[in-house]
């Protein structure tokens, strides 16, 4: 009896079988562990690049809305501009509506911010003048595209274009007025310069 007892109650045997027993449970954790692990890191990326998405479709939403209107003359101004001797860029100061701020009104540049199709208008008033004309071109990058022009010896007109341009990011549109020509604006606003992104491509 005492032998069987020493048998059944050997530390050695108990403490062996137990660390074994341990060791497998432990190995199961790890294993648990790890395909724990690998999941959380699958769906962290995946949620990663889903916030890239999210993060680009806002952009593209935003970069979509692009419209500027302004007339020639700051608030409260009145006058001629020009004649000048060579063809001078025309700044339109009075800012009417500038969504997405493509439109600089201290240069007078409208640069594209996203590649699409954007339309342009320019209204360009001149008292006549038996030798200067009233006249402005719109130029893309610097090369003329469409020209505003009227000329006559007296009264007023307003002459007017308009453009559809296909424009890549970073493209720079502005007026250049005419060489010898002069240009009329007042409280008013006749002489105003407005554009706006018809779609993006
Ligand atoms: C997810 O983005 C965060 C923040 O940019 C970064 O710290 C983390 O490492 C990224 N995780 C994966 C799995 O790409």
Request: proline share 3%; with cysteine; glycine share 8%.
């Amino acid at each position: 009896f005492f032998v069987k007892l020493c048998f059944f109650f050997d530390p050695h045997t108990v403490n062996t079988k137990g660390l074994e027993v341990q060791k497998k449970e432990f190995d199961k954790l790890k294993e648990q562990h790890q395909a724990h692990a690998e999941e959380l890191l699958r769906v962290q990326t995946r949620a990663n690049v889903t916030e890239k998405q999210v993060e680009a479709l806002r952009r593209e939403g935003e970069v979509k809305k692009v419209a500027f209107s302004a007339s020639l003359l700051a608030s409260g101004n009145q006058g001629e501009t020009g004649p000048f001797n060579t063809r001078t860029p025309l700044v339109f100061r009075h800012v009417v509506s500038n969504i997405g701020n493509a439109y600089n009104p201290n240069t007078g540049f409208f640069t594209a911010p996203v590649k699409g199709a954007y339309h342009f208008e320019f209204y360009i008033f001149g008292h006549g003048h038996a030798s200067y004309p009233a006249a402005a071109g719109l130029t893309r990058n610097g090369e003329h595209i469409f020209i505003a022009y009227e000329h006559q010896p007296s009264h007023g007109a307003n002459s007017a274009n308009g453009v559809t341009l296909l424009l890549e990011v970073g493209d720079v549109i502005f007026l250049r007025q005419w060489q010898n020509s002069r240009i009329y604006d007042n409280i008013y606003c006749h002489t105003t310069f407005s554009g706006h992104l018809l779609f993006t491509m």
